[in-house]
């Protein structure tokens, strides 16, 4: 079994997330892996970037599917006996103009950015080892979209003692909304990609009281991110951040010092605590 530490970046075969890959490679003491769905694809953006003289790794993942989740699990309980860094980098948004309906829309993009997200930190987090950092790629449109719902449904968002399973019930029940055509009318706001990002951020505040709880001792710090408005497939050429400035506050708290203890829960932007 290898000492060395490791750290894994979901959805990293292009955008933010091969740029946290690319300055964890230059910053990080240990090993590092590229994650994507298709091998093929992660396998030659890996090549290019050994090519560059940066020292990569890969390993299939696909947050969609539990099985290439627990795979990515078993390989690095039983390689490296854990995980330092974890970096919930994947998801997925429909553009503006998409003609997909919203109800199939509010399920897919639920379906990978946060369920998917959850199932990943559901089987990695127990592998996190002391002194780990865990960063969850949300989005400041988690923000907009939160002052977008109802002050019944905010109230529940912000609560201190929300659970994981009541949050749960309550992005089930919004897709179930839209699908049912009364979302608006339930209190919802009308971004799919917003609300499952209400859903990561809660979900990491939930995560780093749970961590808190059981795992005081291990000073392991959990937290959520925006990195930005950032030219990237997903955002499109008009968005201000260049990918690499994207990726800085994602690093910035993979690699908070040891000694570190804080933020933690916190949704953090441009390197700096934001109210929630």
């Not at 002052?147 to 109230?155: A, F, I, N, Y």
């Amino acid at each position: 079994m290898s000492s060395v530490p490791v750290a894994v970046v979901t959805g990293s075969n292009k955008g933010i997330g091969l740029a946290i890959v690319q300055a964890l490679c230059k910053q990080f003491q240990g090993d590092v892996y590229l994650t994507a769905r298709d091998p093929g694809r992660g396998q030659e953006v890996v090549a290019k970037l050994q090519g560059e003289g940066l020292r990569v790794l890969f390993h299939q993942l696909d947050i969609d599917d539990l099985q290439s989740i627990r795979a990515l699990r078993d390989f690095l309980k039983e390689k490296y006996g854990g995980l330092n860094v974890l970096i919930n980098n994947a998801g997925i948004a429909f553009k503006v103009h998409d003609t997909t309906p919203f109800a199939i829309q509010a399920e897919v993009t639920l379906k990978t950015n946060f369920f998917g997200t959850r199932n990943v930190c559901t089987e990695l987090l127990p592998l996190v080892k002391p002194y780990g950092k865990v960063v969850n790629v949300s989005s400041m449109v988690s923000s907009s979209a939160l002052r977008g719902c109802s002050q019944e449904l905010q109230q529940k968002f912000r609560s201190d003692v929300i659970t994981e399973d009541e949050l749960v019930e309550l992005m089930n029940k919004f897709v179930e909304d839209v699908k049912k055509g009364v979302h608006d009318k339930e209190g919802w706001p009308n971004t799919a990609y917003g609300v499952s990002k209400i859903g990561v951020t809660v979900l990491s505040r939930i995560q780093a009281r749970m961590l808190n709880e059981k795992r005081k001792g291990d000073h392991i710090l959990l937290n959520a991110c925006c990195p930005g408005w950032v030219r990237t497939d997903m955002a499109g050429p008009k968005a201000t951040k260049s990918p690499e400035e994207g990726a800085e506050t994602p690093v910035y708290l993979a690699l908070l010092p040891s000694g570190a203890d804080g933020p933690h829960g916190q949704f953090v932007s441009d390197k700096t605590v934001r109210t929630w």
